[in-house]
């Protein structure tokens, strides 16, 4: 079956530091997103992805985050500049529509802010 | 807006015994549902969906849910409980717009005591 897969599974960074969150959706999905779920706390959006371009984000996604689909195949969340609240499981998900589908979650990265 | 609320934070069953999870939606519109378990250190899978079809959907692992419009529910139910079923248990729901983002309930820890 078909896996959505992200790198690497636990990251620690300094606080400050820039870090880039990496996915590979599945191969034929054209939607994109990334959710993020502090220890604790309920799984919350973050943005979704479509056509090169972001559709939607929340107002959790500030301008210290940055989407991109660099090579046609990877999907990467950039954190500018860490905070300690960033610390976080951070998933990815892919899907074929965005209705009436359950999509595809990576298994998330552990992001731990120091 | 789309919300979902889990009634319940924590179940605990025994072994062989029924499940119960519950969770209510708010929706100005026929709402797409799902169900997704989320394993210790593992990703987020899809249980089951409802997408206007059956209100009874069944999904993997002997679960089952059933949509009640009239009581803007959709509990996740199992007749028989396994220890493999421990986990955390999210109720979703698609939110607003075309963008096709998911709007997570709070989860429901599930232990099964032998």
């Known amino acids: 079956e078909p896996e959505v897969t992200q790198t690497p599974s636990h990251q620690v960074t300094q606080m400050g530091q820039e870090v880039i969150l990496r996915c590979v959706p599945i191969s034929n999905h054209l939607y994109f997103y990334w959710y993020r779920q502090i220890l604790g706390q309920k799984v919350e959006f973050l943005v979704s992805?479509?056509?090169?371009?972001?559709?939607?984000k929340s107002e959790i996604f500030d301008d210290q985050f940055s989407v991109e689909r660099p090579d046609g195949s990877n999907f990467t969340l950039k954190i500018r500049s860490t905070k300690l609240e960033d610390s976080a499981m951070y998933f990815c998900a892919s899907g074929s529509t965005t209705r009436g589908y359950g999509y595809t979650f990576g298994s998330g990265t552990r992001l731990t802010v120091v | 807006a789309q919300s979902v609320t889990q009634l319940d934070s924590h179940v605990s069953v025994s072994e062989g015994t029924p499940v119960l999870l519950r969770c209510n939606y708010s929706?100005?519109?026929?709402?797409?549902l799902f169900w997704y378990v989320q394993h210790p250190n593992k990703g987020l899978q899809l249980l089951l969906k409802?997408?206007?079809?059956?209100?009874l959907v069944k999904g993997i692992n002997g679960f089952e849910a059933e949509f009640k419009k009239s009581e803007t529910s959709f509990h996740l139910t199992k007749p028989s409980a396994h220890m493999s079923d421990a986990a955390e248990y999210f109720c979703?729901?698609?939110?607003?717009?075309?963008?096709?983002?998911?709007?997570f309930g709070q989860g429901t820890t599930l232990q099964v005591k032998p």
């Open positions: 929706s100005s519109y026929s709402p797409s």
């Open positions: 409802y997408t206007s079809a059956a209100t």
């Open positions: 992805f479509y056509n090169n371009e972001i559709s939607e």
């Open positions: 979703v729901v698609h939110g607003s717009g075309n963008t096709g983002k998911l709007i």
